[in-house]
């Protein structure tokens, strides 16, 4: 048993319930009370093979008895080894690891601008996205159009021109000659699965192109699988000068990537860094997951799911007079018809269901890339259930 107080030692940053996770197999969680809850958030988009998966405990579990941080200062067989499986399954020809999605992201941000002060005359200016996330650095904070961040922490980093997602228009307006780089998510996540359209990515890069500044497109929740493409741009077919790559590509552990074109990595000795990054411990469950990912058939079966979820919250949408469902593979989202995201949330919790409310109006799902058939129709009949209690039909 834990005592209630025990959580005071802990700053509070979120609100959280009061239940304490001590177990995870596949798409299942276990609390300190023994009660089992279906998990489609998986650590919010992180658990791409589910809780635990085998192949990464024991990666982890082998590489740890082996080496577990030689420095930086030197290569390791690990880092080698998933760089290579990245660059040959993308458009890339580097890669730099580093050990959250937002430290990716700062790395971009400085790829962008070292790129800008060497190729282009110190331009530095990045356009990013209203309502776009790239995560809780300063700097990542002040690339992210979070209308709620506006205020926080000031003063931000300056060099950020936000523009609205979808508006080729105004991405152009923005442009300068100080511009180095557009930056955005190939699907907004935390602003409630809005996906940029393939139209506005291809007329991105065609503009960038026509510009001479760099694309970056920040896959750290739209990567390794999670749209059914190892890759989201791969669905778009653009290729990005610059990608980042976080929680999917870790499986659980603290591992993120930055991805670059050869003629983009302009990074000299000592302008990019970190005691963690790319240390073969980390490494080794990034290599487990994408050989896992590229195994034949797992992809189909992502793709499959995503299918199968969206048509239950389609449905479900019908016979609750609801509004849309976004996204792509195993991102979704449904529209509510109120704001009233955090009851369901709750109810669904009590009822052993882990979903997220990405805004008071829209639920967002993202359960592990191999969840089943199963747990989907397990997941959708006790939505069933909460939208009843809800919406009272
Ligand atoms: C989660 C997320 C981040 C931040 O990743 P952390 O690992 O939490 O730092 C950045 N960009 C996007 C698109 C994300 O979804």
């Known amino acids: 048993m834990i005592e209630e107080s025990a959580y005071e030692a802990l700053m509070t940053i979120t609100q959280r319930p009061p239940v304490v996770m001590v177990y995870g197999s596949g798409s299942w969680l276990t609390d300190h009370a023994g ?68 430290e990716a992201n700062e ?76 930056m955005l998510e190939p699907i907004q996540g935390e602003a409630g699965v809005v996906p940029a359209t393939a139209e506005f990515l291809q007329g991105l890069r065609a503009l960038t192109r026509e510009k001479g500044v760099l694309l970056i497109l920040d896959e750290v929740q739209t990567g390794m699988g999670r749209t059914g493409s190892l ?35 302009c990074f000299e000795p000592g302008d990019q860094g970190g005691t963690y990054n790319g240390n073969p411990l980390m490494a080794a469950a990034g290599c487990a997951v994408i050989e896992e990912i590229l195994r034949p058939g797992f992809l189909e079966h992502t793709r499959e799911m995503g299918e199968s979820l969206r048509y239950g919250l389609e449905q479900l949408s019908l016979k609750y007079g609801l509004g849309e469902v976004r996204g792509a593979g195993l991102l979704l989202a449904l529209v509510l018809s109120d704001a009233k995201g955090d009851a369901i949330v709750e109810k669904a919790r009590e009822q052993g269901l882990i979903i997220n409310a990405a805004r008071p109006d829209t639920l967002r799902f993202m359960p592990a890339l191999n969840v089943t058939l199963d747990e989907i129709a397990i997941c959708l009949g006790i939505l069933d259930q909460v939208l009843g209690e809800v919406f009272g039909r």
């Open 35 to 102: 009660k089992r809850y279906l998990d489609f958030i998986q650590g919010w988009a992180v658990n791409c093979l589910g809780h635990s998966p085998r192949v990464v405990a024991e990666a982890l579990s082998n590489q740890a008895g082996r080496l577990i941080s030689p420095s930086p200062a030197f290569y390791n067989d690990q880092a080698l080894r998933l760089a290579n499986q990245l660059v040959a399954h993308s458009c890339f020809n580097r890669v730099f690891f580093a050990n959250s999605g937002a």
């Open 107 to 182: 790395g971009a941000i400085k790829l962008a601008r070292k790129w800008g002060s060497v190729h282009r005359g110190g331009a530095y200016q990045i356009v990013t996205m209203v309502n776009g996330f790239h995560g809780r650095t300063l700097a990542t904070m002040s690339a992210s159009g979070k209308p709620q961040w506006q205020e926080l922490f000031e003063p931000k980093v300056p060099g950020f021109v936000k523009v609205p997602l979808n508006d080729l228009d105004a991405v152009a307006a923005a442009m300068g000659p100080e511009t180095a780089a557009v």
């Open 231 to 265: 890759f989201a741009y791969q669905q778009a077919r653009v290729e990005p000068d610059i990608m980042t790559l976080g929680k999917g590509i870790g499986a659980g552990v603290p591992l993120a990537a930055l991805l670059a074109k050869e003629e983009v990595c």
